[in-house]
């Protein structure tokens, strides 16, 4: 049986995080955002019937990945960058109406919309977030950012259906331990895939 760590951190320290957090330029790379898409595809069986959230979302490119599979919605959660993401939503529904009312957009952190949502309720996503020059990376050294890592990755996991999956394009080695010790299972083969187990 795997403990998770209480959750402690105030709105306050959260807030010192996110302000020392470097947005960078909104998009690390087309490739990395279509890989996450392409790998939500290839998991399709461990994410249908769950809603997707994608954390750091900026100009998502995942949306066409998104409506090949069964899941409610989406929703793209982003405290610098929402309205980059809302104009993605718009674009695409411009093209693919039918989708109307799928796809949702939070100018929010990560933590913070998280321990809003339901125990195993959504696939977590992202793609360039979880690096330390992007969250915390200012202040790299401030033990607020090593808690809000811990706290991220307890929600992360929290979040996850049994049996599901999430998926973090370019988490850097902390973050990837982070998430371990959260409680996920690293993948053999991708350094960017954790599975949630049956206890
Ligand atoms: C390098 S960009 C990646 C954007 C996009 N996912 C991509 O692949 O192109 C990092 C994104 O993380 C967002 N971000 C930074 N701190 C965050 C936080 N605390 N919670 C959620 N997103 C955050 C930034 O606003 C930025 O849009």
Redo the contacts with the bound molecule.
């Keep these: 049986m795997i403990e998770i760590p209480i959750i402690y951190m105030d709105q306050e320290a959260i807030k010192r995080?996110?302000k020392g957090?470097?947005?960078?330029?909104?998009?690390?790379?087309r490739g990395?955002?279509e890989d996450?898409g392409e790998q939500l595809l290839r998991y399709k069986k461990s994410v249908e019937g769950r809603r997707i959230i994608?954390?750091?979302?900026?100009?998502?490119?995942i949306l066409p990945h998104v409506v090949q599979l069964e899941v409610p919605s989406y929703v793209g959660?982003?405290?610098?960058?929402v309205n980059?993401t809302t104009s993605v939503i718009e674009e695409f529904l411009k093209d693919n109406p039918q989708y109307a009312g799928m796809f949702s957009a939070e100018s929010e952190?990560?933590?913070t919309f998280l321990r809003s949502q339901p125990t195993e309720s959504a696939t977590v996503v992202?793609?360039?977030?979880l690096d330390f020059s992007?969250?915390g990376g200012k202040i790299h050294n401030d033990p607020d950012v090593a808690q809000y890592q811990r706290e991220l990755s307890s929600e992360i996991y929290r979040v996850t259906p049994v049996n599901g999956i999430s998926y973090h394009?370019c988490a850097d080695r902390e973050w990837q331990e982070a998430l371990v010790s959260a409680g996920f299972k690293a993948d053999e083969i991708s350094d960017f895939l954790f599975l949630k187990e049956s206890q």
């Design positions: 995080v996110v957090s470097n947005p960078m330029d909104y998009v690390l790379s990395c955002s996450l994608e954390i750091g979302s900026a100009r998502t490119g959660v982003d405290p610098f960058a980059a952190d990560a933590l992202s793609s360039g977030v992007v969250i394009r």
